[in-house]
Nanobody, 113 residues
Framework: QVQLEESGGGSVPTGGSLRLSCARS????????MGWYRQVPGESRAFVAS???????MYEDSVKGRFTISGDKDKNMVYLQMNNLQPEDTGRYYC???????WGQGTQVTVSS
């Protein structure tokens, strides 16, 4: 069974940067389609970015130009580089295996104004 573990969250001031990592285990095959989602209290998880093994990338409009998603299929890792962070980026970030429909436990990102 695929398992996902996120890391790299933290607290930063407005304009700061963080790099989130997602380690995928439990499968002999590399990932095919992975995503990052953000959740704030009282709301559903919202799409942030996705990457496929063949290089297709998508971003939610508000993060375009600031966030970069990347993946290393050989290492079974997915990353989210977040630059110029804004208070509205605050939330718990979850990694999602979009092919296996598995969630990680999430990592908290807090951006102070």
């Amino acid at each position: 069974q695929v398992q996902l573990e996120e890391s790299g969250g933290g607290s930063v001031p407005t304009g700061g940067s963080l790099r989130l990592s997602c380690a995928r285990s439990g499968s002999r095959f590399g990932f095919s389609y992975m995503g990052w989602y953000r959740q704030v209290p009282g709301e559903s998880r919202a799409f942030v970015a996705s990457v496929s093994a063949d290089g297709r990338i998508m971003y939610e409009d508000s993060v375009k130009g600031r966030f970069t998603i990347s993946g290393d299929k050989d290492k079974n890792m997915v990353y989210l580089q977040m630059n110029n962070l804004q208070p509205e980026d605050t939330g718990r970030y979850y990694c999602r295996d979009l092919a296996e429909l598995v969630w990680g436990q999430g990592t908290q990102v807090t951006v102070s104004s």
